[in-house]
């Protein structure tokens, strides 16, 4: 099966803009997690989506939205760009039912997000 | 609320010679482990987990992992080191939401340096 995929690899963005990334699961994943890594607050839960409702969120400002699709492909979007938004998001999918916690998770190769 | 702790930045170790990257955790519950390995510039990659039954799992790439409950450990282990093994290793714990699904509450991270 081909793994998580993550479109772009990179960007770079400015202040004030507002940029949106796609993760697609693997193949009959229907549970898809996203996460932010920077090297100061390390990996943190954004939120996760299954059966393109929204079950979970982190904590994150409201800037941080996303949605999944009848596919379970998802997106994720930052509104008003700030600088410390710059980091690596990660899209992970898993198999899970709706209420196991034990299903692994996969992981993209994730999106670094550069902002100017 | 979980938490997990890798309380050594880095370790160092010489090809060949057997490597521990430790780990510990704070949960409710049962604990559900997970550890990961992240490549530069690459996403995470799943090394093996710990659900219940046997204290000793074995995972990818000859990785294994020591479960101790009175300890609350999970330390990774490896009997033989090599240069490839160099990277950057997270632990994490899974837990139920409330809406549902899971999320991982990962580690610092532990940058495993094996030198010739």
Redesign the interface.
Known sequence: KAG?T?TPRYLIKTRGQQVTLSCSPISGHR?V?W?QQTPGQ??Q?LF?Y?SETQ??K?NFPGRFSGRQFSNSRSEMNVSTLELGDSALY?C?SSS?T?????????????T?LTVL | AQSVAQPEDQVNVAEGNPLTVKCTYSVSGNP?L?W?VQYP??????LL?Y?TGDNLVKGSYGFEAEFNKSQTSFHLKKPSALVSDSALY?CAV????????????????TQLKVEL
């Not at chain 2, 510039?41 to 799943?46: S, T």
């Not at chain 2, 837990?95 to 899971?102: D, E, R, W």
């Open positions: 998580v993550q549970s997690s996460y390390g990996l839960f996760e299954f079950r979970n982190g990660l992970a899970l709706e209420y196991l916690s034990t299903d692994t998770q996969y992981f993209g190769p994730g670094r | 559900y997970f990961y510039n690459r996403g995470l990659q799943f987990k659900i997270f899974s837990a139920i939401l409330t809406g549902g699904g899971n999320k991982l509450t990962f580690g610092t991270g």
